[in-house]
Structure formats: structure tokens, C-alpha cells
């Protein structure tokens, strides 16, 4: 007799894969000040973006290889921290100065499908899969991220009476964990709670985003984010009657995809940062990772083995 082993393949979900393009190339993310600020505004903003954006395609083709390369683009509205105006108001204004700029929008999307998109809530999904990364000489009295809601890429300075301090003297200043000769040290809110509800930061619905956009969210198994279809007519008279993920270009190549590049204001450069420390320290599903190295390498596309090495960005000077 031979030992087995028998396993329920139903309690094993297979992970779908995902189309992917070369390349996913943010063309904006603004918040209400900015619509506030009407057309002009803007048309600034896509004006600022065009050279950019075609540097980034220029760098997508040479990684290629002198294949043509996949590239969508795609556009994030905050609907998620205001409300403001309505979806039939601002979208058609928004694709107008897109166009006169000489930018194609393929992919709309609102800030809030990265909290929950089509009840599944991703960002709470997300928070469950953070594993800090233990500074070397911690001992472990920081509480986890699951209670403080704060993620640092090192150690903070630890707390000291005031006494105490008198007594020793010693200061000690934080740390960066993986830092060259001085410290870049950064601690990110990741959320709060008041009076029973949370609010997720801006730094990490722009961590989910990137999440994404990389295609390396599931949710047993299955896509999540998934875009659909605008139909020829209108856009609704409320955000949440807007899908959360719109392709708006019939002829698009797919919304996820290998690399991602964001061109933002200078103003996103903090956010973004924060982005990349959330990203260092997320275990993403193992099997959308597998399968994305897998694709890459018989297409002969280098990409990344850090997924925070997956995004880069182009910050425009400005407002």
C-alpha cells in the first residue's frame, strides 16, 4: 500500500489570470480643488502631462524590444474623500481637455472602487495581507499595524518620559530600516476610526491602485477592479451609479498590466513615497505573482522581482 493524500479541490480557488498590457500609464489623479478650478485648470494639467506621458511610451517601446508595446492609459477621480458635483457634469469635461491635449483616457476610475469595488472590499483585503518588516534590534514593543493603523519603513524614536530624559540624556533618533549611509525615515497612516467608521488614508487607497493596476488582486481567485464597458449614452447623475472601473476606449489594450507610470503634480511626491513603503511591506497573492513571472518570461518582458520597483512616476512642477 502506498500512502495518499486526498484534497477537496473546491477548497483550493485557482487564480484567474489577467490580459496584460506593457505598460499602465496613469494620466492624472485630482481631487475636488482641481475640478473646482474648471476647464482651464484642467487643460493646464493635461498640457503638463502630454510631454511626459509620451517619454513614457517612448521608454515603454524600448523595453519592448522593437515589438510593439501594450499601453493604457487610465485617469483616477477622488470621489471618495468629497463629493463633489456629478459624474455628468465633470466626465464629459474632463475627456473634452484630455482630447485637446492630444491624450486618450482609456480607463476611468473612482477612488472609492479602491476601498470597495463591487462589494469587495478591497482595501480592508489589502490591510489583512501587510507583514512589517521587523527593523534589526527590534523587540517587538511596538504595537502591530492591525492596532496602530501606522506602517514605518523603520524604528521610531522610542517614546521617553521627560524625567527620564533629564537623567540619560539620550535621544535617539528613528531609523530607516534599509537606509543608505543616513536615514529617510517615514511613518504612514493608514487609516482612522472615529465613532465606529474608517477612514482609509490617501496613501493607501493609492497602494490598492497600484495593487491594481499590476493586476495582483483577487478575491478567491477571481478578478477584482474589472472594467466594464461605457455604453454610447450619458454618465449618471451619481458617483455611485458610476462602475467603479470604466473603460471609456472599446480598442484599449487590457487595464492591468506589467509596469505602471503615473504622471502626477510634485505635490503627489509624499503620497507616493508612503505608496512605495506600503507596497515593500503587502504579501500579494501568490499565484497572480507566479503567473505574471511566468507570461513575462515567455515574452521576454523583464520585470521587477520588488512589486514597489513595478511603479514609477513622472512628477510635473506646478501646482
Known sequence: MTDAVFRETAAEPLTRSLPLSHLSLELGHLYMEDFQGGAQRLRRHFESVKPWAEAARADATARAG???PRISTC??????FTRFSTPAEVVPVLLAEAERA???IDYLARESGCAVADKVPLAESVAGRLVESPPPGSYGLRPPVDQTGWLANGVRTPAQRAQAMKRSGAWQPPQETAAHRHSV?????????????RTWSCPFLAAV???TRLGLLRNEGEPVFVPRAHSSGGFPPEWDHLAPLL?????ATPFNAYRTCSVLPSRFLPIEHAVRIILDQTEVDAGALGQIAERSQREGIAVPDSVADRASYVFYPGW
Open 185 to 197: 525615515f517615514l511613518d504612514v497612516e493608514l487609516w482612522d476610526d472615529k465613532e465606529g467608521h
Open 66 to 68: 522593437g515589438k510593439r
Open 102 to 104: 492630444g491624450l486618450v
Open 75 to 80: 485617469f483616477l477621480i477622488d470621489d471618495y
Open 209 to 211: 491602485w497600484q495593487l
Open 247 to 251: 473603460q471609456l476606449n472599446a480598442d
